[in-house]
C-alpha cells in the first residue's frame, strides 16, 4: 500500500491557490504548487525541501502577499523570497532569493508563520533563536532579521489589520500549553514601523485564576475575531472596530455563536486556520462530538444570539486549514468515504469542487465505515471513540486492534483513513479512541487528562475494547493496541496495566517520562507539568508510570519502530525498554529508521511498519497456521539476541536506511 501524498496549508492570493504537499515517495520531501484558474498545478519549488524547524514542529513555513512568495528552506532553515510576477504556467520560474544571510554556526535559527507587509515591504514573522521566539521583520530585499517584540516564552499567529496600522498576535509561556493558557495580544505600527502601544486583549496566564485559550486571531474587515474558550468550549467572539480602540479603552468582547462546539483544535503547528473571512461573512469549521461541519454565521432576525450558525451541508466531516477570499473559500477536507484533499467552494452558489490528495484505491462497497461508539470509561464517564467494523463485520472471534491518538492533546479523525482500511480489510476491527483528553468534546473533556496521563488513557482505552468484546464484535483473545508517540506511551502504559491488550506495537513512544521532562526539546519542556505534575516533584509519580520502569509487568509480545534523528522522543527510549523485555524473555522487534525524525515521512517506511506491524500480530495470535513470511526490513525477534547488541544499537539494517529528513508535524 503505497502512501499518499499529504496537502497542508491552502492559501488564496489574488485569486490563485497555494499549497503544500509532501511527498513520501520523495523521501517526503514537501513542496510548493500554484494553480491559476483552469490551469494545471505548478510546482514553485522544484528541488527544494520547504519546513519550517521553529519548535521543532514547524508549520508556517510559507506566505504569499500579491506576487511575491516567501518561504522557509530546510536546506538552510532561512528565508527565500520567490517573484511570481513574472511567472506563468509555460514560463520559466524566476529562481528563488535568499532573504535572510547564512548563520554561524548554521541551523541556529529558524523562522515561521509569517505575513507580508507590503505597506512597509518586510516579512513579519516568528524567529526561534538561542532558545526563545521572537516577532521578527525581514526586508523582502533581504537582510538580518530585525526585532519587532520579545515575548516572555512563545509566540505566533500574527494577523496585520486591512489598514496595516495593527498587529494581532498570540502568546503562551511555560508551563502551559498554548490550547491550555494563552493570550491574545494587539499593538500598533509608529511611522518607523515599530509596534507600540502593546497590550493583552484577551486570554489568560498561569498567574489568572481561570484558564483560558485563544486560538487563530483573524481581521473580519476593522472588527478582530478569535475562538475563546472561556465558556469551556472554543466559541467565536469579536471585538468590534479594535483598529480604533484606544490604548486605555476596555476590550468588550461579544460571543458570537454560543453553542457545545468547538471552533479550534490544540496549536501544535503553526498554520492552523478553522475560521475564514471572505471578504462579506465569516466561514468556519465547528466540531461536535468528534464531526466537524462548515458553515457560515448569518444574522439572526430575532432572539438573544447576535448570530446564526447556517451549515453549508456538504458530505466532509473532517475539516482543516480554511482560507478565503472575495466570496472563495478553500479548506482540507475529507470524509469516511473519501480521502483527504482540496475543498474549493464558491460561497455564493454553493457550487463546491474537491480534488484528493491522491485517488482512492478502494471500491466504496468495500470502506469500512466509522459507527460512533459511547461507552463508560475511566470515573463512570460517558468516553466516545470510532468503532471500524472488519470485512464482513465484527463478531465474536475477529481480531481488534485500539488506537489511540497522539499528542495526547488531539482528536480520532473520521476522514478516509488508508491505514485503517488496511487492518479492516484483512479481517480486524478497529477502535480509535477519543479517550478523556482529547479535544473536539470542550474544556472539562479535555482535562480530564490533567494529572492523569498513563490512568486515564488507559483505562478508556481498555474500556472501549471491553465493551466491543462484551457486545460480541470481537475475541476478548486477539486484542492488540497500537500508536505512535504520546499514543505509542499509552499502548505501553496499557501492557503494564493488565492482560485485556494481548499485543503491542509502537512508533517512536515515550518509555521514560523522567528522561524527557530533563531533556530539551523546549515546545513541550513542561508539558508533563499538567499531564503528570511538577518536575522535579512528582518524580516518583513519573518514575511509577514510566514503562522503563514497569517493563517486568509487560508479558505480551511489543514490536517498537524509531526513527535515530528524532529529537522530540529520542531512540535511546525504545532501545533501552527493547533491551529490558528482552533480559525478561518478551517477544520484541525493533525497527531503527536512520535519517528519520518524530514520524515517518517515507512511503517506504510507512508501508513497512503497517505491514511489520500485521504480520507480528498475525503471528502471535496465531491467525495463520504458518509463521508469516519475513516482512522486508529489519524484522528480528530481540529476545534472541544478546542483551549487550541492544544496548549498542549494533543491529541496524542497511534495508531501514532510507534517507529523508524529520517530519514537520505534532505527535499525532
Known amino acids: 500500500m503505497a502512501a499518499s501524498p499529504a496537502l ?27 494553480q491559476s484558474g483552469e490551469d494545471p498545478p505548478q510546482e514553485l519549488t522544484p528541488g527544494r525541501n520547504l519546513r519550517s524547524r521553529v519548535h521543532d514542529y514547524g508549520g508556517g513555513c510559507y506566505t504569499v502577499a500579491g506576487s511575491t512568495v516567501v518561504f522557509s528552506d530546510d536546506g538552510d532553515r532561512g528565508l527565500w523570497r520567490l517573484d511570481l510576477s513574472a511567472s506563468g ?29 507590503q505597506q512597509r515591504q518586510r516579512w513579519i514573522g516568528v524567529m526561534e533563536a538561542g532558545g526563545r521566539d521572537q516577532l521578527v521583520s525581514v526586508p523582502l530585499k533581504g537582510g538580518e532579521p530585525q526585532p519587532l517584540h520579545l515575548p516572555a516564552d512563545f509566540i505566533g499567529y500574527a494577523v496585520l489589520s486591512p489598514a496595516g496600522s495593527h498587529l494581532a498576535w498570540v502568546e503562551w509561556q511555560q508551563p502551559c500549553m498554548p490550547w491550555e493558557r494563552s493570550q491574545l495580544w494587539l499593538g500598533r505600527f509608529d511611522p518607523a514601523g515599530q509596534l507600540v502601544e502593546v497590550r493583552r486583549l484577551a486570554g489568560s496566564d498561569a498567574s489568572d485564576a481561570s484558564a483560558i ?21 472554543w466559541n467565536l467572539e469579536r471585538l468590534d472596530r479594535a ?35 471572505d471578504g462579506q461573512q465569516l466561514l468556519a469549521a465547528a466540531c461536535r462530538n468528534g464531526c466537524w461541519d462548515l458553515g457560515r ?18 458530505p466532509f466531516n473532517d475539516l482543516a486549514a480554511l482560507d478565503a477570499e472575495n466570496g472563495r473559500l478553500v479548506a482540507l477536507a475529507a470524509a469516511p468515504d473519501c480521502g483527504s484533499g482540496l475543498l474549493d467552494l464558491d460561497t455564493s452558489s454553493g457550487r463546491w469542487h474537491h480534488q484528493p490528495a491522491a485517488a482512492d484505491p478502494l ?19 460517558a468516553t466516545q471513540a470510532w468503532y471500524y467494523p472488519p470485512a464482513g463485520g465484527g463478531h465474536a472471534e475477529a481480531p481488534l486492534l485500539v488506537k489511540g491518538h497522539s499528542g495526547p492533546t488531539a482528536m480520532a479523525r473520521t476522514g478516509l483513513n488508508l491505514a485503517m482500511q488496511f487492518w479492516t480489510s484483512r479481517g480486524w476491527g478497529v477502535v480509535d479512541v477519543n479517550y478523556g483528553g482529547s479535544t473536539g468534546f470542550g474544556r472539562a473533556y479535555r482535562e480530564r487528562l490533567n494529572g492523569q496521563w498513563g490512568v486515564v488513557d488507559v483505562a478508556d482505552c481498555i474500556a472501549a475494547a471491553r465493551a466491543l468484546v462484551a457486545a460480541g464484535q470481537a475475541s476478548a483473545e486477539r486484542i492488540a493496541m497500537e500508536g505512535g508517540s504520546a499514543a505509542g506511551f499509552t499502548v505501553l502504559a496499557a501492557l503494564c496495566h493488565d492482560d485485556t491488550i494481548r499485543a503491542g506495537a509502537c512508533r517512536y513512544p515515550v518509555t521514560d517520562l523522567a528522561a524527557l521532562a530533563g531533556g530539551d526539546h523546549r515546545f513541550e519542556a513542561r508539558y508533563f507539568d499538567g499531564l503528570i505534575g511538577p518536575w522535579p516533584a512528582a518524580k516518583a509519580i513519573y518514575e511509577a508510570r514510566s514503562p522503563l520502569h514497569q517493563a517486568e509487568r509487560i508479558r505480551c509480545p511489543v514490536i517498537l519502530f524509531h526513527g535515530l534523528e528524532d529529537r522530540v522522543v529520542p531512540p535511546e527510549q525504545s532501545e533501552r525498554l527493547a533491551l529490558a523485555l528482552s533480559e525478561q524473555g518478551v517477544p520484541v522487534q525493533m525497527h531503527l529508521f536512520p535519517g528519520e525524525g518524530h514520524g515517518f515521512r517515507s512511503g517506504a517506511v510507512q508501508q513497512q511498519v503497517l505491514e511489520a506491524s500485521e504480520a507480528f500480530f498475525r503471528h502471535h495470535f496465531q491467525l495463520d497456521q504458518d509463521p ?41
Do not use: K
Open 363 to 381: 471500491e466504496a462497497a468495500t470502506i469500512s465505515q466509522p459507527q460512533e461508539l459511547w461507552f463508560e470509561g475511566h470515573g463512570g464517564l
Open 213 to 233: 485559550s485563544i486560538f487563530q486571531p483573524l481581521w473580519a474587515g476593522p472588527d478582530l475575531v478569535v475562538a475563546n474558550d472561556r465558556s469551556g468550549w
Open 243 to 277: 483598529e480604533s480602540l484606544a490604548i486605555d479603552a476596555e476590550p468588550h468582547w461579544q460571543p458570537l455563536l454560543p453553542m457545545a462546539a468547538e471552533f479550534a483544535m490544540p496549536q501544535w503547528v503553526y498554520g492552523m486556520r478553522t475560521t475564514a473571512w
Open 628 to 668: 508469516p513470511d519475513p516482512v522486508p526490513g529489519n524484522q528480528t525477534e530481540r529476545d534472541d539476541l544478546p542483551p549487550d547488541d541492544l544496548s549498542r544499537g549494533r543491529l541496524r539494517p542497511e534495508a531501514s536506511r532510507p534517507d529523508q529528513s524529520p517530519r514537520q508535524e505534532p505527535p499525532e
Open 8 to 34: 497542508r496549508e491552502p492559501c488564496l492570493a489574488d485569486g490563485r491557490l497555494f499549497w503544500l504537499e509532501q511527498r513520501p515517495a520523495d523521501q517526503g520531501r514537501t513542496t510548493l504548487l500554484l
Open 89 to 117: 504556467p509555460d514560463a520559466p520560474l524566476a529562481a528563488p532569493q535568499r532573504l535572510t544571510p547564512p548563520t554561524d554556526p548554521p541551523h541556529s535559527r529558524a523562522f515561521a508563520d509569517g505575513l507580508i507587509d
Open 297 to 314: 454565521l448569518t444574522p439572526a432576525a430575532t432572539g438573544e444570539r447576535p448570530l446564526l450558525w447556517q451549515s453549508l451541508n456538504l
